[in-house]
């Protein structure tokens, strides 16, 4: 491939393949059950077998069609192969939209919401509101290269998404992420503020200092109670991904097991499983996306973000705040709770704060009108 080369990169995963998942489904070996009810030892057995039944019933062709239905390139950025989704807008004047998705997701937290943001008349909105949408794949996932020497951390990649839109012929755009997506998207704010019209996030990257614990209110003491509990039980991938990605690759690459366990553990725990709130990620939609980490054998590649970081001598968002018009929408369901007074301090210019009812870490999948809802508010005041 030419250095600025795009090409068209359909989806066909060999038949071999899909054989090959198959025989290891049916031959699964797995542990005991767990000696409590309570969750605190992992995702349960029953819960397992369950999923790994979804699994055994899931249909990869039609996935591939869909995902084919929906134009996808592959271009070298910095040496490394990205694969995205771009679509473009049948409205003239449609703004450009980098959506950058995280662990353990994937692009495939966006699929429901490109045909309402790039073709907003044909799904009931105005034709105003209409973007040209660009989904990456970040590196180590799904179809885009893994790389093969350290680096790859989110001011390089935000680094590559500024050259993945120029190439496109798009000099000033607008960016979303959450998880990881958030940190590219905030980095890509820092590093292009020219470019950036506008951020959005459901994630975004501020923490408390020791003054706002002690000058806390009662509905920032729930945040920072919410926060610590995570702090103490809840981020066991970040630390085995962050210490061990490699030791912990090879059981998420061998084993479609291992890997429906590690990936399904995150995608219930930080999204919103209330019944009234809609019940979280489906296990239609688990599976997919485990499907897509498996067939594309990027366990190893993904998890090997959090060792980036933890070595990453990047400044963070709070010491060099983000200038460009920034809006935040916050989920009840997510982990890691931000307060705005936190938030102002790296984002200087915060346009909007949308706390939500319900929905978690995954809004593409959990609630996709809203994240189309307020994406289309965020960038109306800046186009």
């Known amino acids: 491939m030419a250095v600025t080369e795009i090409e068209p990169f359909p989806v066909s995963i060999p038949e071999r393949a899909l054989e090959d998942l198959r025989e290891r489904l049916d031959r699964v ?24 039944d979804a699994w055994r019933q899931h249909d990869w062709r039609s996935l591939e069609k869909r995902w084919n239905a929906i134009p996808h390139y592959r271009t070298r950025l910095d040496g490394l192969d990205i694969a995205f989704w771009h679509v473009r807008s049948p409205e003239p004047r449609a703004s450009p939209l980098v959506l950058t998705h995280g662990w353990p997701g994937s692009v495939l937290e966006f699929e429901s919401v490109i045909g309402p943001l790039t073709d907003p008349v044909s799904h009931g909105g105005s034709a105003e509101d209409a973007f040209d949408v660009v989904v990456p794949a970040m590196p180590g996932f799904g179809f885009s290269e893994r790389p093969d020497e350290p680096g790859w951390n989110t001011g390089r990649t935000a680094r590559a998404w500024a050259e993945l839109m120029t190439r496109l012929g798009y000099e000033r755009f ?59 039980t809840g981020p066991t991938h970040v630390i085995a991904q962050g210490m061990l990605p ?26 919103d499983t209330r019944p009234e709130a809609g019940g979280g990620v489906s296990v239609a939609q688990q599976v997919d996306d485990i499907a897509l980490y498996w067939f594309t054998g990027t366990g190893a590649s993904a998890a090997r973000w959090y060792w980036e970081s933890m070595r990453s001598r990047q400044q963070l968002a709070q010491e060099q705040p983000v200038t460009v018009p ?5 989920f009840p369901g997510e982990p890691f709770p931000v307060a705005r007074r936190w938030a102002e301090r790296s984002y200087a210019n915060l346009i909007s704060w949308n706390e939500m009812e319900h929905g978690g870490h995954y809004p593409g999948w959990e609630h996709p009108d809203v994240l189309i809802s307020e994406l289309r508010n965020a960038f109306r005041t800046v186009r």
């Open 29 to 52: 070996r797995l542990p005991e059950a767990e000696t409590v009810p309570d969750g605190t030892q992992g995702i349960g057995l029953n819960r397992l077998r369950s999923l790994l």
């Open 326 to 330: 920034t809006a935040c929408t916050l």
């Open 174 to 232: 607008g960016a979303h992420g959450g998880d990881w997506g958030a940190f590219i998207s905030t980095e890509l704010a820092r590093q292009e503020p020219e470019r950036v019209a506008a951020l959005h996030l459901t994630m975004p990257i501020a923490w408390p200092r020791p003054e706002d614990l002690e000058t806390a209110d009662e509905a920032e003491r729930r945040l920072i109670a919410k926060r610590d509990r995570f702090l103490a």
């Open 246 to 271: 490699q030791t912990l690759g090879y059981s998420l690459l061998d084993s479609p097991a291992g890997l429906a366990a590690w990936l399904d553990e995150a995608l219930v725990a930080f999204s």
